[in-house]
T-cell receptor, first 113, second 113 residues
Framework: DAKTTQPPSMDCAEGRAANLPCNHS???????VYWYRQIHSQGPQYIIH???NNETNEMASLIITEDRKSSTLILPHATLRDTAVYYC??????????????FGTGTLLAVQP | DSGVTQTPKHLITATGQRVTLRCSPR?????VYWYQQSLDQGLQFLIQ???????AKGNILERFSAQQFPDLHSELNLSSLELGDSALYFC????????????FGQGTRLTVV
């Protein structure tokens, strides 16, 4: 699986959009970009994933560049409860036995009141 | 609630002992993954099972073993415990076919004294 690079920490004001970048310049054509977050010692929480098109769900939006070498997770209106470590993971997803998730160090997002 | 159930939530045991951690995956999920998270380490992948068979192995010690039963629940056995085995142990499950997101339980906090 391709390696990802994320800033170690970011701040965001409550109510503003949080834009979390991720670099995955060695991504392969069959690898998806997944985002998870972990709120202090809780189990990681799935947020969103995508292959090449932008994706949106009730939690966030995922913007993947055309060359797929980087992506941005957008939390449109950050709240204090969004303070967490956010992980960007690149992973092959195929039927039968989906590949394991390999977590890096992630980005600690601190939402400030 | 992710639908993944881990028991027990907390476990305190002495060095040299053996413990069993249990994971019930989400209904219908065939893949189970185990992860270890120590205070000074990130989320480390240990092992994956798919429909009862071992599918991938990570940094799992020889003192540790796991299995997935016909009803798809999984157990992680930790033996000859050492102080350094104190950690959060997470289980995740995914469908394995089609939907590829993995969902995590709330973990078992193991303290070895």
């Amino acid at each position: 699986d391709a390696k990802t690079t994320q800033p170690p920490s970011m701040d965001c004001a409550e109510g503003r959009a949080a834009n979390l970048p991720c670099n995955h310049s060695t991504i392969s054509g069959n690898e998806y970009v997944y985002w998870y977050r972990q709120i202090h010692s809780q189990g990681p929480q799935y947020i969103i994933h995508g292959l090449k098109n932008n994706e949106t769900n009730e939690m966030a939006s995922l913007i993947i560049t055309e060359d797929r070498k980087s992506s941005t997770l957008i939390l449109p209106h950050a709240t204090l409860r969004d303070t967490a470590v956010y992980y960007c993971i690149v992973r092959v997803a195929r039927g039968g036995a989906t590949n394991k998730l390999i977590f890096g160090t992630g980005t600690l997002l601190a939402v400030q009141p | 609630d992710s639908g993944v159930t881990q028991t027990p939530k907390h476990l305190i045991t002495a060095t040299g002992q053996r413990v069993t951690l249990r994971c019930s995956p989400r209904s219908g999920d065939l893949s189970v993954y185990w992860y270890q998270q120590s205070l000074d380490q990130g989320l480390q992948f240990l092992i994956q099972y798919y429909n009862g068979e071992e599918r991938a192995k990570g940094n799992i010690l020889e003192r540790f073993s796991a299995q997935q039963f016909p009803d798809l629940h999984s157990e992680l056995n930790l033996s000859s415990l050492e102080l350094g085995d104190s950690a959060l142990y997470f289980c995740a499950s995914s469908l394995g076919t089609g939907r590829t997101e993995a969902f995590f339980g709330q973990g078992t906090r193991l303290t070895v004294v």
